[in-house]
């Protein structure tokens, strides 16, 4: 048979695992618990010696369905959901890390990633950020005590492109788990995998479920690292197959013992949007090029940040690593245009966190997602207080370059 194409997979998914009565989508499951009629299978799977479901925190059936879509499309050895994105990064570096650990990460983050980051630090996880765009500033961090490197793909709101290759193989050859957001790329631009990637985070929130309706985070091992010379694998752990005590310390410290779990429902409204990412991204990507050189042609606007521009500092990088350049762009408005006047005058735009919708969403990031920050970060980061970051949608393209033109004249 021959290898079916990424959507293909992804919507006859559920159908395949044939679910009951030969329905089409997998059920939601609501069930918290799980009955065995012979109370020793109960037992097996408490010991891990017979696959099944026990208790709602850990495993959900519809839960399971949607891990399965999203491991497909990671090409990866085991997927994990979660309640949120910032859950799965939370119950990952939490799971494999310990007081007196090192982590290099990248400085340009998404802003609650950067929290979490600084109460990992007060709980004595030392964090070095580096300008990851350049292998040499995470190679020139590392320290004996460096465990994890974590970068994602395209940084919001500026979009430098991770030095994703290198990186992957300075990390393989030091023997680091190398972990990748893959949120703002999803594993239909981009397969981090391919570069080395030992986990990779997703916020399913964004574009894999789609239409801002369900949060939900995933944390995919690809197979690659070698957990049996990490030194932070409990005992109790270390048993069967050794590229899955990463992933099982992840889910049990995470899930189990955490309780970032994911809801059924949202499981559900996950997967159904999942199905339509190939198609949303070509949208959504072409609609944001189009949008991005119109703003470069604009008197109103002094900068552009998008990597599908020969401009971008990664232009090239982009191009070669991604199927796409991504929906998300920036730009900094002129000193005689307000940023809030000009976020008001926009009609099918719409004023609002949260990205990877179908609907095209504006924030302006120093004010509000960016704003706990404080100036001096900011700054550090490249966000300038005119900033505005726009997550393009799937509308029709004539539409949106007509409310940018009003917008701005
Ligand atoms: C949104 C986002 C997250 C967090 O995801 P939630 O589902 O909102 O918790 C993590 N990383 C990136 C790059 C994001 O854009």
Redesign the pocket.
Known sequence: MTKEGFTTTNIHSDRKDKPEHGVLHKPIHTSVAYNYEDSRHLAEVFQGKRSGYNYGRQLNPTVTALQERVNKMEQGLATVAFA????A?ASSVFSLLKAGDHIVSSTFL?G??NSLFGSFQRLGIEITFVDATDVANVEHALQDNTRLVFV?TVA?PVTQITDLEPIGALCKKHKLIYCV?N??TTPYLFVPKTIGASLV?N????YIGGHGNA???SITDTGLYDWSSFPNIYDTYKKGDPRLWGITQIKKKGLRDFGATLGPEAAHHLAVGSETLPLRMEKACSNALQLAQFCSNSSKISKVYYPGLPSHPQHERAKKMFKNFGAIFSIDLNDDVNCFDFLNRLNCVVCSSN?GDVRTLAIPVAHTIYYEMGAERRASMGIADSMIRFSIGIEDTEDLLNDFQQALT
């Open positions: 949120t994105g910032m859950a990064i998404f609650n990633t994602e919001n957001d949120t703002m985070v916020s399913l929130t964004k949060l939900g985070g990205l």
